[in-house]
């Protein structure tokens, strides 16, 4: 059997793997040799960044199982993959931590207008101007996942009230005043102050936020988008911003990505971005390693995989499922 990877290894992960797995060959392709080393793949696991012919690997029929080294499916879950019988588990939950903390700490800044007074500082200037409280402010979270649920956790001290919908609705915290089906998300846009996206991209939330969407929002709310681009519309959102119906914008990621330095998003006032950095962290990768370690013990004795896609077409795993999340075995210790 042949291991894959491609993911920013270091040698001591790669030695975690291989005692994981002592039959496997693993081979470390990385970005620059991923394309071709994945057509030799009998197991998958990182992000590729590299255009990848997805239908020739499927017709090759070696490839059994991709662990995504990502939450986010939408960069290898193609039609040709959705409709084989390739087994597809995400990580989701790994970077949950990092995600909500970036998130929480953006909408901080905004609310307490510290771009403002950053400049500032750089100018020597002492200006003061009026800030919001997120204290005691609705959140609406868009995708109560793993980032949806742990940042919930971290507004619990802010005293906020907490809405939230979720294409599975099950298991509501008990700090979640709501949790209610994807199909509520007007009641939730219409009491949110600030609203955050945290739902993955897939054929029913790609442009989920357009001009209706934002037509239904809160009056002076604040989007904040922790997930993917295109979820927006972002020249629909650009124009609620500039009529003043949305007060503001918080984005750690953008359509298009990377945003052209021509685009108008960068000029448009009272917004904040950052370029897709939410899941930094020190021990990202000691932690993705655990859970591909884990899930290679469980494909070899034929147990139910972590964060395992029943419906690729979703591109993530169901909360109430089959199988188990790894942030619930996280949580479990």
């Not at 509501?172 to 991209?201: I, N, S, T």
């Not at 969407?213 to 959102?237: D, F, Y």
Request: net charge negative; charged share 25%; proline share 7%.
């Amino acid at each position: 059997m042949r291991l894959v990877l491609c993911y920013p290894v270091e040698r001591k992960h790669v030695e975690q793997i291989q005692t994981a797995a002592p039959d496997y060959e693993v081979v470390d392709a990385g970005q620059e040799w991923i394309a071709e080393e994945i057509l030799q793949a009998d197991v998958f696991c990182g992000h590729a960044k590299v255009p990848i012919d997805w239908e020739a690997v499927v017709r090759q029929g070696r490839l059994r199982w991709i662990q995504s080294s990502a939450a986010g499916m939408d960069h290898c879950l193609v039609p040709a993959v959705i409709e084989s019988d390739i087994a597809v588990t995400s990580a989701s939950g790994v970077l949950s931590d990092q995600v909500a903390e970036h998130t929480l700490g953006l909408v901080i800044a905004w609310c307490r207008s510290l771009p403002v007074f950053f400049e500032a500082q750089k100018k020597r200037e002492f200006i003061r101007r009026p800030t919001r409280d997120l204290t005691r402010g609705t959140v609406g979270i868009v995708g109560l996942g793993g980032v949806g649920r742990r940042l919930a956790e971290l507004l619990v001290p802010l005293k906020t009230r907490i809405l939230a919908t979720d294409l599975f609705p099950v298991d509501k915290p008990e700090h979640v005043e709501a949790l209610w089906p994807a199909d509520r998300l007007d009641d939730l846009l219409a009491q949110a102050d600030v609203v955050v996206l945290c739902a993955p991209l897939n054929d029913s939330t790609r442009g989920l936020i357009d001009v209706a969407a934002l037509a239904k929002m809160k009056p002076g709310a604040l989007l904040v988008n922790a997930a993917r681009g295109p979820l927006v519309v972002t020249e629909a959102m650009i124009d609620a911003l500039k009529s003043g119906h949305l007060a503001g914008a918080v984005m750690d990621v953008t359509d298009p990505e990377p945003l052209p330095p021509e685009h108008r998003l960068w000029d448009t006032p009272n917004v904040i971005l950052t370029p897709h950095v939410a899941g930094q962290a020190a021990w990202r990768i000691d932690n993705m390693t655990r859970l591909l370690c884990e899930n290679l013990a469980r494909w070899q004795t034929n147990r139910p995989l972590v964060n395992y896609l029943e419906d690729k077409s979703l591109g993530f795993p169901i909360r109430g499922g089959a199988y188990p999340l790894w942030g619930d075995l996280e949580a479990a210790g």
